[in-house]
């Protein structure tokens, strides 16, 4: 998936609904639909990640969250898309400000997410994790 183009939901297995986030002053926070999945073609092309949309621009792509930043490839080729209309983005439109509190939480929900889908689908499907034939 090349930056900026949109990623295509036929290889994605799991669906979150819209929820809402309860920042550290109480302050709820909507973020759109989680869709988490894997691709094969990520996963030989060595990609993991998370692709954030703000008011349907993606601000970015393959974002490592928690357990993918760990110097393994055992996470190669789950992907995800969010839309969080709700962030701040820089001015350039190239990131979100990282020291925004509502990006932490954004940050801290989709790594809980990634590591649900992580232990219930793929340590779960042998064909998913059976290392690259020989």
């Given at each position: 998936v ?30 759109g639909?989680?869709t988490?999945g ?18 349907n621009v ?8 928690g ?6 490839d ?14 701040d ?22 790594k ?11 340590e779960?499907?042998p064909?998913?994790t ?5």
């Amino acid at each position: 998936v090349k930056y900026g183009e949109i990623i295509s939901m036929d290889d994605f297995t799991r669906v979150i609904p819209p929820t809402s986030l309860t920042l550290k002053n109480g302050e709820e926070m909507e973020v759109g639909e989680l869709t988490i999945g894997f691709k094969e073609e990520e996963k030989k092309a060595g990609l993991c990640g998370v692709f954030i949309y703000w008011k349907n621009v993606v601000i970015t792509s393959y974002q490592r969250v928690g357990f993918m930043n760990q110097n393994t490839d055992k996470y190669n080729g789950i992907i995800a898309k969010i839309q969080c209309s709700n962030l701040d983005p820089v001015n350039t439109k190239l990131e979100f400000k990282s020291t925004s509190i509502k990006y932490q939480h954004v940050l801290q929900y989709l790594k809980n997410q990634m590591m649900k889908y992580f232990t219930n689908v793929i340590e779960n499907t042998p064909t998913v994790t059976n290392k690259t034939e020989r």
